[in-house]
């Protein structure tokens, strides 16, 4: 019972009883205020018109009545008590009956007119009544020199509350009732979440086709069966992607392990000696060399993954191209690589030793990925969102077809080709990665047979007379057949 009570169908429940209690309580108050109010001022007036009436009876000359009859004429819930000139109580009839000394203690201080009130709230009003006798009880006659009319509400309060007392019984049992149906139509408005539950515990116990059932209503449930349907779209994505990278990675180190093991095999057997040994040596450090580097580029992906802030400096993009155009001349001097930039430079803030790896990502794969002679040129400039990097060759360019995936961790178009070339598959992954970590993003532009133009683009302010009408702008390629990718991009394979 303590569970059913802590569940959504218990609170909501226990919340709307106390709404409803607290309602009922809320307006019974204010009908008692209200009604205490109206029963009070009726009085009043009630006293004033038998005031104005009896004061026009004593103002029409002198007079000799009846008490009896006198009540009569005025009515229930009226009193009357009379007052003789030195103030002795000569009769009390009706609802002054109990009251005499009270009321006449009241009238001793109180001015014509004035409205009296005694302790048990009931109103009253003394009036002069000169000229006036009264008979009481077929006694004489009395001369009478003042009245006291008196008007006992409480009547009226006892009916009001044999009225709320009711309505109290009425309410007791509108409460029992509307719980009731509350509990039913709870049961009804919550079943979605029901099916909901039933629903993920079925995708808890392995059914990952299985999803919360979202009808075409778009209800409250609705939208939320809908969230947590993408919720398990996305932690399924993000399952098959982690599957992937592990078989991925472990295809990737198998390989150099594979000849790692080879090698020292055929030492064991004796097979090896002199030059062969030597060799054998040679390349088994260029497996380790390639399982450390797929283990570093690895455990960088990691740490951008896990959203680790990248170093942030002031930097100059135009010095650091420089820099990477020098080394890719060096190492590859029969190749044409050129480098436009402001000649102010093209400052930005970033991580400088990332930034170059990707810039260098870049330039290794338009120099490993294209025929020779092929031209390679990096163009810096400002636009209005900040810094931008073209890196621009009219190479062998990229299939549309492959272009949706040049930055899937793994990836090869041409894998023999590029495990020739000693890469691990993640350096497109890395260059998305590090410009993502720097709130950026990167684009290729790409046609085949006609070349690539992968753009950086770094956020922060355009600095001001960086951009050169036409001469620091990358000059319009063909775009037949260019493509996009969000995000991150690159100009060849990986």
Not at 1 to 6: E, P
Not at 18 to 39: K, Q
Not at 341 to 360: E, I, K, M, S, W
Not at 392 to 413: K, M, N, V, Y
């Amino acid at each position: 019972m303590s569970r059913w009570w802590a569940g959504i169908r218990g609170r909501l429940l226990a919340g709307f009883l106390m709404l409803f209690v607290l309602a009922l309580a809320a307006s019974g108050i204010i009908t008692a205020f209200l009604v205490d109010d109206y029963i009070n001022e009726r009085s009043v007036t009630k006293l004033r018109d038998d005031e104005r009436r009896i004061t026009a009876l004593v103002g029409s000359g002198p007079q000799t009545i009846n008490a009896d009859q006198f009540e009569t004429m005025l009515g229930p819930p009226l009193g009357i008590m009379g007052q003789d000139r030195g103030g002795d109580i000569l009769f009390a009839i009706g609802s002054s009956a109990g009251r005499e000394y009270e009321l006449a203690r009241l009238a001793s201080t109180a001015a014509p007119g004035q409205i009296l009130k005694t302790s048990d709230d009931v109103v009253a009003v003394r009036i002069p009544t000169p000229g006036m006798r009264m008979t009481y009880d077929d006694r004489d006659p009395d001369a009478v020199a003042q009245l006291i009319l008196v008007n006992d509400a409480q009547v009226d309060r006892r009916t009001i509350l044999g009225y709320v007392g009711s309505m109290a019984v009425i309410a007791s049992v509108a409460v029992v009732v509307l719980m009731g149906l509350a509990v039913v139509v709870l049961h009804v408005g919550l079943r979605p979440l029901a099916e909901m539950a039933q629903a993920a515990d079925a995708i808890a116990e392995g059914s990952r086709d299985e999803r919360l059932p979202v009808s075409d209503r778009r209800t409250e449930t609705d939208v939320l069966a809908a969230a947590v349907n993408r919720a398990f779209d996305a932690q399924a994505r993000a399952e098959d992607r982690a599957r992937t990278f592990a078989a991925d990675a472990s295809h990737e180190l198998r390989t150099p392990l594979a000849t790692i093991s080879g090698w020292l095999e055929l030492h064991r057997q004796g097979t090896l000696g002199g030059r062969d040994l030597d060799q054998a040596v040679a390349r088994i450090e260029d497996e380790v060399g390639r399982i450390r580097l797929l283990v570093d580029e690895l455990g960088l992906l990691a740490r951008l993954d896990t959203g680790r802030p990248l170093d942030s400096r002031p930097l100059d993009l135009a010095e650091l191209a420089d820099s990477v155009v020098e080394d890719a001349r060096v190492i590859h001097p029969d190749l044409d690589i050129e480098l436009q930039a402001p000649p102010a430079g093209l400052p930005a803030t970033g991580d400088t030793a990332r930034l170059q790896q990707v810039l260098r990502n870049l330039v290794g794969n338009a120099v490993q990925h294209n025929p020779a002679g092929t031209k390679i040129r990096l163009t810096l400039y400002a636009d209005h969102a900040g810094a931008r990097v073209d890196v621009t060759d009219d190479g062998s360019g990229i299939p549309a077809a492959d272009l949706p995936r040049l930055f899937d961790r793994f990836w090869r178009a041409e894998a023999s080709r590029s495990r020739d070339y000693g890469g691990s598959g993640l350096g497109l992954a890395i260059v998305q990665a590090i410009v993502r970590a720097h709130g950026g993003r990167v684009t290729v532009d790409s046609r085949v047979g006609q070349g690539t133009t992968v753009s950086l683009h770094l956020p922060g302010p355009p600095v001001q007379g960086v951009v050169r009408a036409g001469a620091d702008r990358p000059p319009s390629g063909p775009t037949a057949s260019t493509s996009t990718v969000p995000g991150v991009s690159n100009p060849a394979t990986k």
